[in-house]
């Protein structure tokens, strides 16, 4: 059974850091890209950053370019997404997915797995 599990979500002040994690669990993790996306209430759910399965290639969103770094450890199955900067405007529940046939990296149905999601609150 494929789980992807996320942590390191919670309240931060503007300006502020925070890392998020997600441990994947029943899939070869080096098989897939992954992606993180963000949804705040009354919102789509946005695309924020995408890695490839080795990690060499990596896309961020416009909103989080040059603040969030997307990374991945294939020994640890693990993605990460470090937050700096962090604005009001970031604040949302945060998920990561996996897919194997990625065709548009900002489109969510091209993920085939996703986690729970992990809370992210950036208060002014």
């Known amino acids: 059974q494929v789980q992807l599990v996320e942590s390191g979500g919670g309240l931060v002040q503007a300006g502020g850091s925070l890392a998020l994690s997600c441990a994947a669990y029943?899939?070869?993790?080096?098989?897939?890209?992954m992606g993180w996306f963000r949804q705040a209430p009354g919102k789509e759910r946005e695309f924020v950053a995408a890695i490839s399965k080795t990690g060499e290639i990596s896309y961020h969103a416009d909103p989080v370019q040059g603040r969030f770094t997307i990374s991945r450890d294939n020994a640890k199955n693990t993605l990460y997404l470090h937050m700096n900067s962090l604005k009001p405007e970031d604040t949302a529940a945060y998920y990561c997915?996996?897919?194997?046939?990625?065709?548009?990296?900002?489109?969510?149905?091209?993920?085939?797995?996703w986690g729970q999601g992990t809370q992210v609150t950036v208060s002014s």
């Open positions: 997915a996996a897919g194997t046939r990625i065709t548009s990296v900002q489109t969510a149905a091209s993920y085939d797995y």
């Open positions: 029943g899939l070869t993790f080096s098989s897939y890209h």
